[in-house]
T-cell receptor
Framework: TQLLEQSPQFLSIQEGENLTVYCNSS?????LQWYRQEPGEGPVLLVT?????EVKKLKRLTFQFGDARKDSSLHITAAQPGDTGLYLC?????????????FGTGTRLTIIP | EAGVAQSPRYKIIEKRQSVAFWCNPI?????LYWYQQILGQGPKLLIQ????????DSQLPKDRFSAERLKGVDSTLKIQPAKLEDSAVYLC????????????????FGPGTRLTVT
């Protein structure tokens, strides 16, 4: 069973501060996805990282995939209230030819204006 | 393009009652997923369909949960009888195809159905 642990579980910071959340596993994934989920809605894909060591930037968000493709981080620069939400990492793996996602435990982020 | 539709959005039932959820995926998406998301946790896959066939239901509690995808489009998830621990958000997602391992893919999620069992 592939498990993804995210840390911290909760994070509350002031607007304008920087933060990093982590996603760790003992399993190797073919890709790692990050989703953001707002209350009353389903998760929305932010980014997919595929290659070990890959770094992708999405405006103020920077995503990195670990060299061994077992872990990932999300760094937000100058956080804004609109960044508030539940951040989920999801590892993609193939099970008998069927691609599936295993979701992490989530980081609930609150940005205080 | 219309997104994944789910209904109802909210449901409150008593334990031992039955409940059914409906999902309409994005048009043309062959793969459909049902997830259970307990408060404060990430989504857990319950069942995965490819067209109208089940490809993975290993985590579906089959003694009380059932799902079908008639004609490979809409899907329903049923719980009978419900238990207190079934209180959760039930998310439906769809993706284009179950493709090979060389490229990534995206799942599109509906807004979910929030179930409360009392």
């Amino acid at each position: 069973t592939q498990l993804l642990e995210q840390s911290p579980q909760f994070l509350s910071i002031q607007e304008g501060e920087n933060l990093t959340v982590y996603c760790n596993s003992s399993s190797v994934f073919s890709s790692l996805q990050w989703y953001r989920q707002e209350p009353g809605e389903g998760p929305v894909l932010l980014v997919t990282v595929v290659t070990g060591g890959e770094v992708k930037k999405l405006k103020r968000l920077t995503f990195q995939f670990g060299d061994a493709r077992k872990d990932s981080s999300l760094h937000i620069t100058a956080a804004q209230p609109g960044d508030t939400g539940l951040y989920l990492c999801a590892g993609e793996f193939s099970n008998f030819g069927n691609e599936k996602l295993t979701f992490g435990t989530g980081t609930r982020l609150t940005i205080i204006p | 393009e219309a997104g994944v539709a789910q209904s109802p959005r909210y449901k409150i039932i008593e334990k031992r009652q039955s409940v059914a959820f409906w999902c309409n995926p994005i048009s043309g998406h062959a793969t459909l997923y049902w997830y259970q998301q307990i408060l404060g946790q990430g989504p857990k896959l319950l069942i995965q369909f490819q067209n109208n066939g089940v490809v993975d239901d290993s985590q579906l509690p089959k003694d009380r949960f059932s799902a079908e995808r008639l004609k490979g489009v809409d899907s329903t998830l049923k719980i009978q009888p419900a238990k207190l621990e079934d209180s959760a958000v039930y998310l439906c997602a769809s993706s284009l195809v179950n493709r090979g391992p060389s490229s990534s893919y995206e799942q599109y999620f509906g807004p979910g159905t929030r179930l409360t069992v009392t």
